[in-house]
């Protein structure tokens, strides 16, 4: 009975050791074009987040290359944003639960609408966007 508390016991201690493992979120550089850019999930969801919130135009190159990225959070997270910076809800067909080749055409579409109209956007006067 006393090497089975133990091995129980032992058991718990590795366990509450190793989950703190699991969360691997990086700190934030307070930079978007880096943190946007992270390799961590959890450090473009808290930038993404912050661009939307701040309607942060010189986020939107990053966010649309997000729409690209192999994690399906940060494609809706993007595109979520992209749509709350531009106040829109035109997602230019862009699906991020889409088959790659379908979300690429989207993409290209966005890279277009960036090229020809998104650069040139001016930041709405906060009395605007109430």
Avoid at 66 to 80: C, G, K, T, Y
Avoid at 96 to 102: C, H, I, L, M, S
Avoid at 111 to 130: H, N
């Amino acid at each position: 009975m006393r090497r089975v508390f133990v091995t129980g016991t032992a058991c718990l201690v590795l366990l509450v050791a190793t989950t703190g493992c699991f969360r691997t979120a990086l700190p934030m550089t307070g930079d978007p074009r880096l943190d946007l850019r992270c390799d961590d999930a959890l450090v473009v969801q808290r930038a993404t987040r912050r661009a939307a919130d701040e309607r942060d135009l010189d986020a939107l190159p990053h966010l649309i290359f997000n729409l690209r990225s192999d994690n399906s959070w940060v494609r809706m997270m993007s595109l979520q944003a992209l749509l709350k910076i531009l106040g829109s809800e035109d997602t230019r067909g862009f699906c991020y639960f889409a088959p790659v080749g379908d979300r690429e055409h989207a993409v290209v579409a966005w890279e277009e609408w960036y090229d020809s109209t998104g650069r040139f956007l001016e930041p709405i006067a906060e009395e605007d966007q109430k």
